[in-house]
DNA sequence: ACCGATTGAATTTTT
DNA sequence: TTCAATCGGT
């Protein structure tokens, strides 16, 4: 036996690691050490049960878990990883797809994958075509049912009750068979069709179960039933299927994940072993104990208790802002405070939010403070405009069925084929069943469009003809090259220097992608570019601030973790607040960010927020009061030292801001008080102390609207009045001689 | 066909 | 607020 693979594991890590055959699933709390009791039960494979790496799959959630994995494995059973099969569900799927899609009536290898931008331009068309209103059937909204049809592994022919049937499902029948014509799979179709591939052909089926003996999956509260679907396939009788995960961090139920997958496995597959990792290796006991308070919440899930042995650490600070300048302020000044203390570098540190619209403040104050950052996410680098169209050039010359892109390109750079051009190409395709590609010859040919348009078509459709024969021979990076420079496209970008350089950073990619890669073709390179995720590019040793969605931070692990904008209708969002069941998955998505954090949390909220250009008042979110109070300490309103505020270049619009921080911000709760003669106060609590019943901090509980914390009071001795925050209610003031009123 | 200007819609979360 | 789509004039 390989002492290195038991090495430090306590007894349920020991078991998970040795189980032999059949079905186990591991219940795995948050740094449980789970990522650990993969590998070292591939490792355990290999050395000591004469597995060959070649005969495993492991499933994980990102590339980048996958990536680590594969380096871990490596480390303990060196030559491994090369054969080993490791990757997301999707990357899994390509593989195999581009080994048997020909296989699957009327399919080519050389498909591409459709992003979502590209599936809502065809779908609108699709749309269109089926003589529906765009306005009335909101192309967004089709595409979403869509996908959520195929996680649930539901097709277009399918008898499904409600919402599948009628228009939508016409549009989805026609949306299909369009991404046929057009050579393009989606997100959902990558295993979609490996399924019908394995449903349809015994032979391809065995294959692949003679293959993968074992079956490792990662973040199993996440699979969705397609996913489900496709284990099952593989696994057949077997059932060496060993599922990681814990549903307290199901978090994607909007994206299809259906936690009945976890729930259920011990019902799904027989024999099953049930495995709990229960200790935490990564946080103190107090965030332990706030994340554990917080989630028995939660009606729905695996008893389990999560313990510790790591010492106390520090309370949970919760400070609330005036605004999200604010609030970033006070983020950053935290950041650099904490830094200035000694041990900690940037990149210890990370800033999570809801929503990522919420990262533009905070991204403004750090630049201006000079703290360096990653962002994760925000608004995608490959969802703007000139990207696109860079990359819609490269999937046309990877694929030249794919109208989509096509039409994209076709008049950018402008080059005289407006919209009747266009209109004319549609119409030869539909008559004569040919792609736009085809059919720019026609036009030609046939001298169905203007003389203009006819010239301007050739020159298009050579250059075009001419990228793909250069494409067969040479990398993405020279491709991509070469299309910018005989396009002219940069010239139509100057001026605009954002847009330049985000084309520049494309070149990089692709230039670099070839390099690694010995050959990288575009089709590979557009690949990677669809199904890597920002998060797989994170980079932990940046030492810079990561700036990040709850979402992405699934996985992570800081030091030290803000968590912003705890607001009632931002988190938990507006649009989860109706369904009890989505609510619960806000609290699982907290509960994913306060246990991100190995020794301090911050929490922040604003009493004020803009949303659309709107300034709109916001209360303090529910999940605040669900932090035991005495695990959380209230920051008070924190004045900036006069130097980091006014060292840093006064332009204009500081002038205003640096005011707003000398006004007694929120002057109603008394907190701020106490920050305004510029003194940091550790806590914000007691202001009031010693005169009335209730003290500024304090919690208590109404008879009628529940738990809240007193935010001041006010009137003399006579009257005095208790204004109280109720999260989710606002704040209510009450006579403090109220009998309904109590301490807790 | 192209350009600029006006209007309107959007904010969950992502492989 | 910010972006994209649409409109109308040239």
């Not at 290195?4 to 306590?10: F, H």
């Not at 799904?268 to 107090?286: C, G, H, M, P």
């Not at 968590?563 to 931002?570: K, S, T, V, W």
Request: aromatic share 8%; glycine share 8%; proline share 3%.
């Amino acid at each position: 036996m390989t002492k290195s693979v038991l090495e430090g594991l306590n007894p349920s890590q020991k078991q998970a690691v040795l189980h032999l055959d059949g079905p186990v699933l591991v219940l795995a709390g948050a740094g449980s050490g789970k990522t650990r009791i993969i590998t070292n039960r591939i490792a355990h494979l290999v050395n000591d049960r004469d597995v060959s790496p070649s005969n495993i799959l492991a499933v994980t959630f990102t590339n980048k878990a996958a990536g680590e994995m594969k380096e871990r494995v490596e480390g303990l059973v060196p030559g491994t990883s090369r054969k080993l099969w490791i990757g997301t569900f999707h990357s899994i799927c390509l593989r195999i797809l581009k080994r048997e899609i020909d296989k699957l009536e009327g399919f080519r290898r050389d498909f591409v994958i459709y992003d979502e931008g590209d599936q809502i331009k065809l779908i609108k068309e699709c749309i269109k075509s089926l003589g529906y209103n765009e306005k009335v059937m909101e192309p967004k909204f089709v595409r979403s049912q869509i996908d959520r049809a195929k996680n649930m592994a539901i097709h277009p022919g399918d008898e499904a009750p409600s919402i599948y049937q009628g228009r939508v499902a016409r549009v989805f029948d026609l949306y299909q068979s369009e991404l046929r014509r057009v050579n393009a799979l989606d997100f959902g179709d990558l295993i979609a069709y490996v399924l019908r591939l394995f449903e349809g052909r015994e032979d391809v089926r065995e294959v692949y179960r003679n293959k993968f003996h074992f079956i490792l999956i990662d973040e199993y509260q996440d699979t969705n039933k397609l996913q489900y679907n496709f284990i099952k396939l593989l696994t057949g009788e077997r059932a060496n299927v060993f599922a990681v995960g814990d549903d307290n961090q199901s978090i994607y139920g909007w994206r299809g994940a259906d936690i009945s997958n976890i729930l259920n496995f011990p019902r799904d597959f027989e024999n099953a072993r049930v495995v709990k990792l229960e200790q935490n290796y990564r946080s103190t006991k107090i965030i332990l104990d706030a994340s554990n308070a917080l989630i028995s919440k939660n009606a729905h899930k695996h008893e389990k208790r999560l313990w510790t042995e790591n010492p106390g650490g520090q309370k949970l600070k919760y400070y609330e802002a005036s605004d999200e300048r604010d609030e970033a302020h006070y983020i950053c000044e935290q950041i650099r405070c904490e830094i200035s203390k000694g041990g900690l570098s940037y990149g210890d540190f990370a800033v999570f939010y809801r929503t990522n619209n919420q990262s533009r403040m905070i991204e403004e104050e750090l630049l201006r403070s000079g703290v360096p950052y990653t962002i994760v996410g925000a608004v995608g680098f490959y969802s703007r405009a000139e990207i696109k169209n860079v990359l819609a050039y490269l999937k046309v010359i990877a694929n030249p069925l794919d109208d989509i892109s096509l039409k994209r390109i076709i008049n950018v750079p402008s080059r005289g084929l407006g919209k009747a051009t266009v209109q004319s190409l549609e119409d030869i395709a539909r008559s004569r069943v040919v792609s736009v590609f085809k059919a720019m010859d026609i036009a030609v040919d046939e001298g169905i469009v203007s003389k203009k348009a006819v010239n301007g078509l050739k020159n298009f459709k050579a250059l075009l003809e001419g990228f793909i024969e250069y494409s067969s021979a040479h990398s993405v990076g020279d491709v991509l090259r070469r299309v910018l420079e005989k396009t002219g496209y940069l010239e139509t970008l100057k001026g605009d220097e954002e847009r330049l350089r985000n084309v520049g950073e494309m070149l990089n990619e692709a230039a670099e992608f070839s390099d690694n890669r010995g050959s990288g073709s575009v089709q590979d390179f557009l690949e990677s570019v669809i199904l890597t995720s920002d998060v797989d590019n994170l980079d932990e040793k940046k030492g810079t601030v990561a700036l990040m969605t709850m979402h992405c931070a699934k996985g992570l692990e800081f030091p030290v973790v803000f968590i912003a904008g705890m607001e009632e209708n931002l988190f938990p969002h507006i649009k989860s607040r109706e369904n009890p069941k989505q609510l619960e998955e806000e609290r699982r998505l907290f509960y994913v960010g306060l246990t991100r954090a190995k020794e301090k949390i911050f929490l922040t909220s604003t009493s004020s927020r803009r949303f659309y250009g709107e300034e709109k008042r916001s209360t303090p979110s529910r999940f605040v009061a669900e932090i035991p109070k005495e695990l959380l300490v209230w920051e008070s309103y924190n004045v900036p030292s006069p130097e980091s505020s006014s060292s840093k270049g006064g332009r204009g619009r500081e002038g205003s801001l640096k005011r707003k921080w000398t006004l007694p911000a929120v002057n109603r709760n008394g907190v701020g008080m106490r920050g305004a003669n510029g003194k940091h106060s550790p806590k914000g609590v007691s202001l009031n102390g010693g005169g009335g019943l209730y003290v500024v901090g304090e919690r208590v509980e109404h008879q009628a609207f529940g738990q809240g914390i007193v935010r001041n009071v006010e009137g003399d001795r006579d009257g005095r009045k208790v204004v109280i925050m109720f999260p989710g209610m606002g704040v209510k003031t009450i006579m403090e001689t109220f009998v309904g009123l109590k301490k807790v």
